[in-house]
């Protein structure tokens, strides 16, 4: 799984990061379902994942951040089935250490779709793990969460208009 964000986003990141802690992770909801079976499926089987995460405002120097996680594992038949599904969500707390600190909405954005993800997955690893186990599946491994900088032409495809004022800029 990877988490790409481009040099704006990162050091918009930063800004947030460096002024607070992590003080709580804790499953906020979950669901499962187990919908097949490995013995009558046909394998290898595939894991499809996806993700969210929304950031509720600052209360009392605390900044709340929900990530949802949604996983589907299915066989390689044709057309695929589905063999199970699982859904969790986390809420972390984040402590913000400067009580004059008022993070920018693309500060608290940033770290949402990046920091708040990457501490919040192996809480979701565990999760997954022991969901599948108790569902009596083969523990599929999940991915290592890998993060990287956003290329020029992705941060390009996403918002064209403001690479083409960064690169005027930069003629200047």
Same mark, same amino acid.
């Given at each position: 799984? /990877?988490?790409s964000q481009d040099t704006k986003e990162i050091k918009a990141a930063l800004a947030l990061q460096s002024k607070c802690e992590l003080a709580q992770v804790s499953l906020r909801q979950c669901h499962a379902s187990l919908e097949g079976s490995e013995e009558t499926l046909k394998e290898p089987f595939s894991?499809? /994942?996806?993700?969210? !995460?929304?950031? +509720? *405002? ?11 996680? #949604?996983? #589907? ?8 089935? /589905?063999?199970? !599904?699982?859904?969790? *969500? ?5 402590? =913000?250490?400067? +009580?004059?600190? #008022?993070?920018?909405? %693309? !500060? =608290? *954005?940033?770290? $949402? ?5 990457? +501490? ?5 690893? %565990?999760?997954? #793990? !022991? ?5 009596? /599946?083969?523990? &599929?491994?999940? &991915?290592?969460?890998?993060?990287? &900088? ?7 495809? $996403? +918002?064209?208009?403001?690479?083409? $004022?960064?690169? *005027?800029?930069?003629?200047?």
């Amino acid at each position: 799984m /990877l988490i790409s964000q481009d040099t704006k986003e990162i050091k918009a990141a930063l800004a947030l990061q460096s002024k607070c802690e992590l003080a709580q992770v804790s499953l906020r909801q979950c669901h499962a379902s187990l919908e097949g079976s490995e013995e009558t499926l046909k394998e290898p089987f595939s894991i499809r /994942l996806s993700h969210n !995460s929304t950031a +509720n *405002a600052i209360s009392n120097g605390v900044l709340q951040i929900e990530v949802r996680f #949604q996983f #589907q594992t299915y066989d390689s038949g044709e057309p695929p089935s /589905l063999l199970c !599904s699982i859904v969790c *969500a986390f809420d972390l707390k984040y402590e =913000i250490s400067d +009580n004059a600190f #008022q993070p920018t909405a %693309e !500060s =608290i *954005a940033a770290f $949402k779709d990046g920091n708040a993800i990457f +501490n919040c997955w192996p809480y979701v690893r %565990e999760f997954m #793990q !022991s969901t599948s186990a108790r569902m009596g /599946l083969r523990t &599929p491994p999940l &991915p290592l969460l890998r993060i990287a &900088p956003r290329k020029m032409e992705e941060a390009q495809s $996403k +918002n064209p208009e403001a690479i083409n $004022k960064s690169s *005027a800029a930069n003629k200047q």
